[in-house]
């Protein structure tokens, strides 16, 4: 029994909330993830953490199990991933796991404060990743800290781990190098996504492509007379969106059953035309698409393929369109609810909170589905409450901070301590 755990997870919150701070002052997108890894490096070294940095070289050949790998110029050189674990050299128990990526901020001047200037307000702390997914380190480091004062002998025969990966939010190639290249697993993985105190345990297959669409230009006097690169792409992108949400009705995601649309696709960039007064030539549509979990990401791929030629052939276009791989290739994955892992987490829950957490999946991926579809490995995403993610003005409520450490606190006791806690 751990009388003062709760208290001294309290005590140590302010410090926690303070370390997150420093994590999303730093702008640490796709390519630019260093200096916010140094944080966590340091932060890890404050608790007497050993750290290892993990090279994550450019240029190298993505796996494409998970994603291509982001083009060129995003990256900048001497990338790294860092894992932070118990003093010991035996296998790892537990690994917990974060994502230092955060997607890019666009348009500041529509958010209260700067974007990565966090603030607080109302309870919550602004700022973008602080709810996806830097509260998740948050969230680690407080269990850890105050499991260090209660119990300080619990890591003396069991190893645990915590990762800091980049690459989550475009390809997944972070953690499945982490794995493949530098042996960091465990036997359970806990992934400190911010999950609104709930349990998710599946997502759908996620596929980002790139269609592009040509067509021969013209003046804009005489409009009428050539066909629009981007308004013929327009016409794709809607009958690819009938296509998911058809999909959604013949092949539904037996996890989803109310989720009426659970492969949704997102037009997320589109770039088109050269000059205001040329009917534009050429557009590229860049499309987030979902599909089922059944289905491997190279049938994905094909059937998309597919349903674009066959709409382009169908409704004239003068040039075939091109679809172009450029991230996430994520087949859908799911933790049994009955796992060890669902169960303790719940268990932890009901002790610190005195209810059971939520049990859901969505129709969207998360890096778990690289540990239990790759490496067999169960993976679960817990963490606190958040607030417009990718969005405008992200937060991240900072009590369910404290409240998710008190949770994983307890789950790290019962794997970790024989007594266990209660």
């Known amino acids: 029994m751990y009388p003062d755990l709760d208290r001294i997870i309290e005590a140590n919150s302010e410090s926690a909330f303070a370390f997150l701070e420093r994590l999303v002052c730093v702008p640490s997108i796709v390519g630019a993830e260093q200096s916010a890894m140094e944080v966590f490096v340091n932060e890890a070294l404050s608790l007497g953490l050993n750290v290892e940095r993990l090279p994550f070289l450019n240029g190298a050949l993505a796996d494409r199990r998970a994603g291509v790998a982001p083009p060129a110029e995003m990256v900048t050189a001497d990338r790294y991933q860092a894992v932070a674990t118990t003093p010991g050299d035996a296998d790892l128990t537990l690994l917990l796991y974060g994502h230092m990526d955060v997607v890019p901020a666009e348009n500041p001047q529509l958010w209260t404060n700067p974007p990565f200037e966090p603030q607080r307000r109302n309870g919550r702390l602004y700022g973008r990743g602080a709810g996806d997914m830097k509260s998740g380190f948050a969230v680690g480091m407080l269990a850890l800290r105050a499991l260090a004062d209660v119990a300080p002998d619990l890591f003396a025969t069991k190893r645990l781990g915590f990762v800091a990966v980049i690459e989550e939010e475009c390809t997944g190639n972070g953690a499945l190098r982490s794995v493949s290249e530098h042996g960091v697993i465990a036997s359970e993985v806990v992934l400190l996504e911010p999950t609104d105190l709930g349990l998710l345990v599946g997502g759908v297959g996620v596929m980002w492509i790139d269609i592009e669409v040509a067509s021969p230009s013209g003046h804009a006097h005489d409009a009428g007379a050539h066909s629009s690169a981007f308004d013929l792409g327009l016409r794709l992108i809607d009958a690819l969106r009938q296509w998911c949400e ?26 088109t035309g050269d000059w205001t007064s040329t009917v534009p030539s050429h557009a590229t549509f860049s499309v987030r698409v979902g599909y089922p979990r059944s ?14 030629a066959d709409f382009a052939s169908r409704s004239g276009f003068p040039v075939d369109p091109t679809v172009t791989l450029t991230g996430f290739r994520a087949r859908g994955y799911l933790l049994d609810e009955k796992s060890a892992l669902v169960r303790d987490l719940t268990a932890a829950h009901v002790a610190a909170h005195g209810v059971a957490p939520a049990v859901y999946t969505l129709g969207s991926t998360t890096d778990a589905r690289i540990y239990l579809n790759d490496f067999d490995t169960p993976a679960v995403c ?3 409450i958040a607030h417009g993610m990718h969005g405008i003005d992200e937060s991240v409520e900072l009590q369910s901070i404290v409240d998710a450490a008190k949770t994983l606190a307890r789950f790290i006791l019962k794997r970790f301590a024989d007594e266990g806690a209660q």
């Open 246 to 271: 058809d999909l959604g009705r013949t092949e539904p995601e037996p996890s989803m059953a109310t989720n009426l649309n659970p492969y949704s696709l997102n037009l997320g960039k589109v770039q």
């Open 295 to 308: 289905w491997s990401p190279d049938k994905a791929e094909a059937v998309v393929r597919a349903v674009v």
């Open 382 to 384: 817990f963490g606190a």
